[in-house]
């Protein structure tokens, strides 16, 4: 049922998204900012045939598998926890190198747009997936633990992000288009 309701979500998210993308071609806005947005709702769809297909759990039994196989099962721990300390680190990396960025264009005066806002929440979902493939036992209880997990929050919290960041955008557009038609309307009087 929760995976069902994830799949409702993401598939929002990614109508959103590509709702943004028109907004921005409508709205004469830079390309890239429509590739961007193009690029979001392909990868929510994606999150949503993995979701579907249980993608994830297969890959996480496919290691598995490949671990006994290897007879490798009773040492599993010398490739999670490195494995894990990788994830981890990239994470907090990706956080810092996010926290920088946003920081030094506030500094320079730019605007943090909704676009770029978006493609940091997707970057999100990279050590989340790790995290949950890996599946080491500490990780494992960190993330679902309790009747409130940690993994859904981040996962609802990313997700809710790229949603609410293509909303703004498309509503950003929108305010655009309408300044737009008024400056015209303002020109014409003054022709006359």
């Known amino acids: 049922m929760l995976g069902l309701i994830a799949v409702g979500l993401y598939a929002a998210v990614a109508l959103a998204a590509m709702g943004a993308a028109l907004a921005g071609h409508f709205g004469k806005r830079p390309w890239k900012d429509g590739a961007a947005w193009i690029f979001a709702s392909i990868f929510m769809l994606l999150l949503a ?21 290897n007879g490798e099962y009773g040492h599993r721990w010398e490739y999670q ?29 730019k605007e943090l747009s909704q676009t770029v806002i978006a493609q940091l929440a997707m970057l999100g979902f990279v050590p ?10 500490l990780t ?22 790229i949603g609410g960041a ?3 955008y498309i509503l950003h557009c929108k305010r655009g288009a309408h300044a737009d038609a008024r400056r015209t309307q303002g020109r014409r009087r003054a022709r006359r």
């Open 140 to 161: 494992d209880r960190l993330l679902y633990a309790g009747p409130l997990r940690l993994n859904w929050l981040i996962d609802i919290g990313l997700t809710l992000t």
């Open 81 to 109: 926890a490195p494995l894990t300390a990788i994830v981890v680190v990239l994470a907090a990396a990706g956080l810092v190198a996010a926290f920088y960025l946003v920081k030094r264009w506030q500094r320079q005066g």
């Open 128 to 137: 989340l997936f790790g995290l949950r493939i890996v599946s080491l036992h």
């Open 166 to 168: 293509a909303i703004l």
């Open 49 to 69: 045939a993995m979701r579907l297909t249980n993608a994830e759990d297969r890959i996480r039994q496919f290691l598995r598998v490949m671990i006994k196989a």
